[in-house]
């Protein structure tokens, strides 16, 4: 945190270079996100860039009160929603290369990691898009409720009646359609 904030201050006075070191922190977790909601590597890819010079323009509104990553996320996020609602945006489905993030096993697990990697992205796709946003920041970005209501600008019962009723939406999911998720259709 202190060296974010260092960081910002070297940024704020004209430092490119310390940007760069903010960007490689951040882009990864970014492009992952927008990636979901998107479901376009492509879009992902333009959508990553332009959020990342609107936070560079943006960056003197940042106010330190409330964590830089939760800032970066909204602005990241309002930018993509602003683009959806231009665009009134259509998601295709494609397959992420899985191949680089499983672990070289027997081939009859690493298929049966693929399906359920495949299945969980499916089901978290028929979520609402609020609802969606709130699943992919909460367990793939790992950020707390407090950061993800400071993202979304909403309050923080938002935040947990939205995560319920997501995870209840894909519970019935599960039950209705079966699959791997059986800890899901069990109330996990």
Not at 25 to 52: E, G
Not at 55 to 60: F, H, K
Request: glycine letters at 4%.
């Amino acid at each position: 945190m202190e060296d974010e904030q260092r960081l910002i201050q070297q940024v704020l006075a004209g430092d490119k270079q310390a940007y760069a070191h903010i960007i490689n922190k951040y882009k990864n977790q970014l492009y992952a996100t927008i990636l979901r909601m998107t479901k376009n590597p492509q879009d992902a890819q333009d959508l990553v860039q332009d959020a990342f010079i609107k936070v560079y323009r943006n960056l003197g509104k940042y106010d330190a009160s409330g964590s830089f990553s939760s800032w970066l996320y909204r602005v990241a996020i309002n930018h993509c929603m602003d683009e959806f609602r231009k665009k009134r945006y259509s998601t295709i489905q494609v397959e992420i290369d899985e191949a680089k993030v499983v672990n070289r096993e027997h081939p009859e697990v690493v298929f049966l990691k693929k399906e359920k990697s495949r299945q969980l992205e499916r089901l978290i796709a028929t979520l609402p898009e609020d609802e969606r946003l709130i699943i992919l920041l909460r367990y793939v970005n790992e950020i707390s409720y407090e950061e993800i209501g400071e993202v979304m600008d909403v309050p923080l019962s938002t935040v947990r009646n939205k995560l319920h009723r997501a995870k209840k939406k894909m519970r019935e999911t599960v039950k209705r359609e079966g699959g791997y998720f059986h800890e899901l259709s069990n109330g996990g």
